[in-house]
């Protein structure tokens, strides 16, 4: 919570037709208390909370209709990631939540495809954990750069 520690995430969604390779998402995020689902607005609205997510296309797989993306979120609310890919029409595959079941289905993939994958420390001086500045943690590009229907 008092940004620490840095979070990178891969996401596979639907959809490749990214008119960009990269872009930094300004929305505005609610929580249905109900029904646990968040929505995404344009404008701030009563009780919002302002999102920042930022993305980049690590790989496009245009014949399957898909794409990879390393997402960083400055700001880190519930479901924020996976709200915001919604909204732009770029669900994460497997999300049973804010996806499609069409496109999960068609992956035969009923697990969301997100995950962090590098972690980076910043903690100040004070910290016992001071030591971990100098590392990074990061999961193998051959784990996650997997075509689709390889694992």
């Given at each position: 919570k008092n940004g620490a520690i840095k979070k990178e995430y891969i996401a596979y969604v639907s959809n490749s037709n990214?008119?960009?390779?990269?872009e930094i998402l300004e929305n505005y995020i609610l929580k249905d208390r109900k029904t646990g689902f968040s929505?995404?607005?344009?404008?701030?609205?009563?009780?919002?909370?302002?999102?920042?997510?930022?993305?980049?296309v690590i790989k496009l797989?245009?014949?399957?209709?898909?794409?990879?993306?390393?997402?960083?979120i400055p700001t880190g609310k519930t479901h924020q990631i996976r709200a915001q890919m919604k909204a732009i029409n770029h669900s994460i595959i497997?999300?049973?939540k804010y996806g499609k079941n069409d496109i999960n289905k068609k992956f035969?993939?009923?697990r969301?495809?997100?995950?962090?994958y590098k972690y980076s420390f910043n903690f100040n001086k004070n910290s016992s954990l001071y030591y971990l500045n100098e590392i990074n943690?990061?999961?193998?590009?051959?784990?996650?750069?997997?075509k689709l229907g390889e694992y």
């Open positions: 990214f008119s960009k390779d990269s929505k995404v607005f344009d404008n701030k609205v009563k009780n919002s909370q302002k999102i920042i997510t930022e993305y980049k797989d245009k014949n399957n209709d898909y794409a990879i993306l390393n997402i960083t497997g999300d049973s035969r993939v009923y969301q495809l997100l995950f962090a943690v990061k999961l193998d590009e051959k784990i996650y750069m997997k």
